[in-house]
């Protein structure tokens, strides 16, 4: 393997390297003239790279190179651009009248979008992630309202909220704790009553509906199909927010019920609170449909449907205000 052994190979006419095994012997051929080339463009290449865009690691950062390129750079502007097509959808949700968002397709399927994203991540831990609701929290699927089921009534519900220390225009009103002012028979008697009140039972007929005139029928309505201007229930509708057993309407008239929900005119911004008004609007805003579903507790009230087809639950639906 040493010069020594350097020689001309007879056949080819080709130098040897010198190297031998086992009597083969290696020629010393130049390597390939394309291979050299791209091989010397490589080279060229690297250092036209190297100058242009980051390359060379340092300590903390790496150079920056001519261009100013980079992928952060890359995604920030990707985000940008999206941004800035959204503003003005979002300029243009701010602007439009709540009710006519769904005349205009493209935004009212931004608002959708974006205000299902916006439920699931503000509204879902109480309304549920299908807001199908829960005891205590409405189902907002469905066509019955406490305080409004139009889309501003529902906007407005969301902006100031429900009995919150929060936003002075927060919807408010209290029913009183009965347990104070009646006899447990008198209120066992309301209980029967009350629950009767689904079936079609005369809301001011009986002893139960003497007590309901005098003590109840000035928010639930001598009708007793509530007040949304106070948030007052429906009681003939078989959809109980505190549900319907005995334990649970005894609780509900001794005490008062006291449902809260934050305010989020502070926390959304105007788009993100038409673009949620919008979505649950949405939701609730369809075809009416039977509630049995939303009942938590069944007792009695599954089974209790109107005797009167005229007086079905659905048919105080109509906006209001
Ligand atoms: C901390 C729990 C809580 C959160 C979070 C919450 N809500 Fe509520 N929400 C309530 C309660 C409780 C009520 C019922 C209040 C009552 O009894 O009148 C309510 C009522 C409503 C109503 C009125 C329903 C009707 O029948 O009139 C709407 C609309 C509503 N919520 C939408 C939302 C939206 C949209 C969000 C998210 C931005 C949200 N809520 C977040 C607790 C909550
Ligand atoms: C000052 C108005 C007011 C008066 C008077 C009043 N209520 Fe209420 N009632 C309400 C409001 C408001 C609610 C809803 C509270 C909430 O959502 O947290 C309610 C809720 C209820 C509920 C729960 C309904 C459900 O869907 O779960 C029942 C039952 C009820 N009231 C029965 C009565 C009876 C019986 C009386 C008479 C003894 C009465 N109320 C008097 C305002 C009133």
């Not at 602007?95 to 503000?122: C, Q, Y």
Request: glycine share 12%.
């Amino acid at each position: 393997m040493s010069d020594n052994k350097r020689r001309v190979d007879p056949v080819t006419g080709t130098e040897t390297t010198g190297h031998s095994w086992d009597g083969i012997e290696e020629l010393n051929n130049p390597l390939p003239r394309w291979w050299l080339w791209t091989f010397y463009g490589t080279v060229v290449f690297s250092v036209i790279y190297v100058v242009l865009y980051p390359a060379i690691p340092l300590l903390n950062s790496a150079t920056g190179g001519a261009l100013g390129w980079s992928t952060r750079g890359d995604v920030a502007a990707a985000i940008a651009e999206v941004d800035a097509s959204q503003a003005d959808m979002r300029a243009s949700l701010v602007e439009t009248d709540l009710a006519a968002i769904d005349k205009n397709e493209a935004l009212f399927s931004f608002a959708t979008n974006a205000g299902g994203a916006i439920f699931r991540t503000n509204c879902s831990q109480c309304h549920g992630s299908g807001a199908a609701g829960a005891l205590g929290y409405p189902n907002l699927l469905d066509d019955e309202w406490l305080w409004g089921g139009t889309i501003e009534d529902i906007a407005f519900t969301i902006r100031h909220g429900i009995r919150n220390e929060v936003d002075p225009d927060a919807r408010y009103s209290q029913m009183p704790a009965f347990g104070d002012m009646l006899e447990d028979d008198q209120i066992a008697t309301l209980v029967t009553h009350v629950q009767s009140l689904p079936g079609g039972a005369d809301p001011l007929s009986g002893p139960g509906g003497e007590l309901f005139e005098m003590n109840c029928a000035a928010c639930h309505g001598a009708n007793a199909k509530g007040d949304r201007t106070l948030g007052a229930p429906n009681l003939t509708d078989a959809i109980w927010l505190y549900g319907s057993s005995d334990e649970q309407l005894t609780e509900v008239i001794s005490r008062g019920p006291f449902g809260v929900m934050p305010p989020w005119g502070g926390r959304l911004s105007e788009a993100e609170v038409r673009a949620v008004a919008t979505y649950v609007h949405g939701l609730g805003g369809g075809e009416p449909q039977v509630g049995e579903n939303t009942i938590p507790e069944g007792a009695g009230a599954t089974d209790a449907a109107p005797s009167d087809p005229d007086e079905g639950p659905f048919e105080e639906d109509a906006p209001q205000e």
